[in-house]
């Protein structure tokens, strides 16, 4: 399957989606040493970030949540891409910085796919595959 997308930052990676509906605060949900989400209360909680497809709705949270995602890439503990259904300037900066492919304006449909399956976002051609949907 392939979806329209709007590019915030360039690049194309492929990987496996993690997917949550909730937003993210890179600072406070996200430790810079581990890649792991942190906070009890959010829907990824002790999980890994690193080298996965990253799907969730928008970032929340401080400004140095840009800074965050920029410590996740020089530490390769970042995801391979983003996805957002509508991104907002704390993780557009931070993909950009990271040079980390960053997409969005797709449908909220998108927070319906597995974890775990097989997505490839193609920023500079805004478009993201799904491998192994209908």
Known sequence: MEIKCHKVASGCASG????????ISFLGNV???TGMVVDPAHELFDQCIAGKVLIFPG?????????????LKKRDLAP????????EPIVAVGAI?????LV?????????IKSGTLVEVDADRGMIRIFGAD
């Open 31 to 33: 430790d810079a040493r």
């Open 104 to 112: 969005d304006r797709v449908a909220e449909g998108i927070l319906q």
């Open 59 to 71: 970032g929340k949270g401080s400004t140095v949540g840009s800074y965050v995602i920029y410590q």
């Open 80 to 87: 391979v891409a983003m996805i957002n259904i509508r991104s």
């Open 97 to 101: 910085i990271s040079g980390i492919p």
């Open 16 to 23: 496996p989606a993690l997917v949550t509906r909730d937003a």
